[in-house]
């Protein structure tokens, strides 16, 4: 296993990596709206949350020289399932075809005060 770290992602909350690259995968940890460089929450809707959301997910994904691109699998954790079609919206223009396998689970409660969390898996296998 090799951890993967980026100061374009927000720090860990905990006793975890942001990304662990095992074989030819890459595991991203839960991300959340959070400005890797303030710590703040970023966005007052769903909408502008997922946006940075997505960006710390890409931005750990770069630091193993992956992308969005690259995401076989997305687990989304969101606070609220009326925010699911706005949050898919965002979602769409952030990943390609084929789209990823992907899990949607509302929860009653994140580490911190955000409206969605998403962790991936991805391949980190070079196209042949």
């Known amino acids: 296993m090799e951890e993967i770290s980026t100061d374009a992602a ?12 095992d074989g030819n995968r890459i595991y ?10 303030s710590g703040e929450i970023v966005g007052d809707t769903i909408e502008e949350q997922t946006e940075r959301t997505l960006a710390n997910v890409d ?6 020289d ?3 691109d690259d995401v ?4 989304v954790f969101v606070q609220d399932m009326d925010d699911y079609d706005a949050i898919n919206d965002v979602y769409a223009d952030h990943v ?18 955000i409206g969605v969390e998403i962790e991936v ?5 070079e196209e042949e």
């Open 96 to 113: 390609s075809t084929p789209y990823p396998a992907r899990s949607a689970v509302e929860v009653a409660d994140l580490p911190i005060d």
């Open 72 to 75: 076989v699998k997305a687990t």
């Open 10 to 21: 927000p720090p860990s909350i905990g006793p975890f990596s942001q990304g662990i690259r």
């Open 121 to 125: 898996v991805a391949s980190a296998r």
């Open 66 to 68: 992956r992308s969005l």
């Open 59 to 64: 931005a750990v994904l770069r630091a193993a």
């Open 28 to 37: 991203v940890s839960g991300q959340g709206p959070v400005d890797p460089e």
